[in-house]
């Protein structure tokens, strides 16, 4: 009895093996992670407010001071590429006695609004509705540094309209890291792009206080932004935040938004452009997502993406890809070299032709360290072998007594110069070739890391093998028994 249930114990496992084995070298399937979209906002700093600002300063309120604040901080933080480095003042006019509550703007400049440059910078004003035609066909030629619309009591319903009519190329522009400060007006644009954000008019019941994000985003205080205001938002403001707020009405817990804005935020359009990672090194991957859809959210199938490295490393590629049914394209690119490089992508949306840029800043290479490690390694296994080799040689020759002569064989140690064959760590360097140059070619899709498929076969026929064994051996000791 015992014979038998070790006879079928055998043949059971053996079947087990098999089994296994078998189960071993099946193909593995490969998971797919999809590319996933950047999670930050990007885009440019954006100050927006109920404030009017210009009409409180010409009377002498004080507010100049968050002006000059606001424009200094929005001009250092714009990062759009190509700036000619001006202020470009939209809706007003510069002569005396027009605009701004009657304020002289030759003045007002030089006097209140740019008093934190140590150097001010040019500004050119765009006042009719032709100029704002040309200011507005040539920013992707010549974007200005940052955009002021400040608030203007008298500014015509058609002025209104031009930035209304224009609220997609502002988008483009702040999404393409250019900055932006308006203060009080109707804010048309705004909700073209954002049908969820309201604009109210309603306020100077006192206050308003800067929150934690005016104070971290700009440097605002109370001081800067306590004065008269006469506007608030209420809704969605998408990736805005509340820079200053009080409450309204009066003695009420409702807290409104009289000033939105950020940092680095972005405003919606019908083709966005963002990136991943933000900070990439050199030698890495980086992942470009446009996207183009309607306002609405309608994705466009079929747009035909165009990305030129503007300027930085690997200056002039250009790269090519089509959106999906999502409306999505996406474009990997790479480059061994450090430095800041601007993508530019182009495409037509709905008939428009559409241009963003994004900015974007390699680190150096990370490579080093590996190079170092090989290095160590491949030393330390030549020594020991060849030592090996010569000490279990040399007694096989002692038998005889030509064991004089033996000193000639012992001149093999010589042989023990191989160790100069440590020199073999000159073969290292081979790692330096990790730092390719893929800008002029391309080898597909990568090998996948992991375990070796053929180990996985070569362990799995093995398990057969023993299992073929245990049950023969199992089958002759049924026979026998």
Not at 165 to 180: K, M, P, Q, R, T
Not at 226 to 252: I, M, N, Q, R, V
């Amino acid at each position: 009895m015992m014979r038998f249930i070790g006879t079928r114990f055998m043949s059971v496992l053996g079947l087990v093996l098999v089994l296994v084995g078998g189960l071993t070298i099946l193909p593995q399937s490969s998971t797919f992670t999809p590319v996933a979209l950047a999670t930050s906002s990007g885009g440019g700093p954006i100050v927006l407010d109920g404030m009017d600002p210009v009409c409180h300063a010409v009377f002498g309120e004080g507010t100049e001071n968050y002006i000059a604040k606001v424009l200094k901080s929005v001009y250092d933080q714009s990062s759009i590429p190509s700036s000619n480095g001006e202020i470009a003042i939209l809706g007003v006019a510069n002569m005396s006695s027009s605009g701004g509550c009657g304020g002289d703007w030759n003045s007002e400049l030089s006097t209140k609004f740019l008093t934190q440059f140590d150097t001010s910078p040019t500004v050119t004003f765009f006042s009719t509705e032709e100029e704002l035609d040309t200011f507005f066909s040539g920013i992707v030629a010549n974007p200005p540094q940052i955009i002021w619309i400040p608030d203007d009591w008298n500014r015509s319903s058609a002025i209104h309209a031009k930035f209304t009519e224009n609220a997609e190329v502002i988008a483009d522009y702040v999404n393409s890291g250019g900055g932006l400060f308006a203060n009080y007006n109707t804010f048309g644009w705004l909700t073209t792009l954002l049908p969820g954000a309201v604009f109210n008019d309603g306020g100077c019941n006192g206050g308003p206080i800067a929150t934690e994000d005016g104070s971290n985003d700009f440097g605002l205080t109370d001081a800067d932004v306590t004065a008269c205001w006469h506007g608030y938002f209420t809704g969605d403001f998408g990736t805005l935040k509340t820079l200053a707020e009080w409450e309204y009405p009066t003695g009420s817990e409702s807290i409104v938004a009289v000033s939105i804005g950020g940092g680095e935020v972005s405003l919606p359009s019908s083709f966005t452009l963002t990136i991943s990672p933000e900070s990439p090194n050199a030698g890495e991957d980086l992942t470009i997502t446009a996207v183009a859809q309607t306002l609405d959210g309608t994705p466009q199938e079929g747009v035909t993406v165009t990305v030129t490295v503007s300027s930085g490393p690997d200056a002039g590629q250009v790269f090519t890809a089509t959106t999906d049914a999502s409306g999505i394209a996406t474009i990997t690119v790479r480059t061994e070299s450090e430095g800041s490089a601007v993508y530019t992508a182009t495409a037509t949306v709905a008939g428009v032709e559409k241009t963003v840029s994004a900015t974007v800043a390699w680190n150096p290479p990370t490579t080093t360290t590996e190079v170092t490690t090989t290095t160590t390694e491949a030393p330390a296994t030549t020594t020991t072998e060849v030592p090996a080799t010569t000490t279990t040689e040399a007694p096989a020759t002692t038998g005889a007594p030509a064991t004089t002569e033996a000193p000639a064989t012992t001149e093999a140690p010589a042989t023990t110069e191989a160790p100069a064959t440590t020199e073999a760590p000159a073969t290292t360097e081979a790692p330096t070739t990790t730092v390719h140059d893929h800008s002029s070619h391309d080898h597909g899709e990568l090998p996948k890391t992991g375990s070796s498929s053929n180990s996985n076969f070569l362990f799995g026929i093995l398990l057969i093998n023993i299992g073929i064994l245990f049950i023969g051996i199992s089958e002759i000791k049924r026979r026998y028994s």
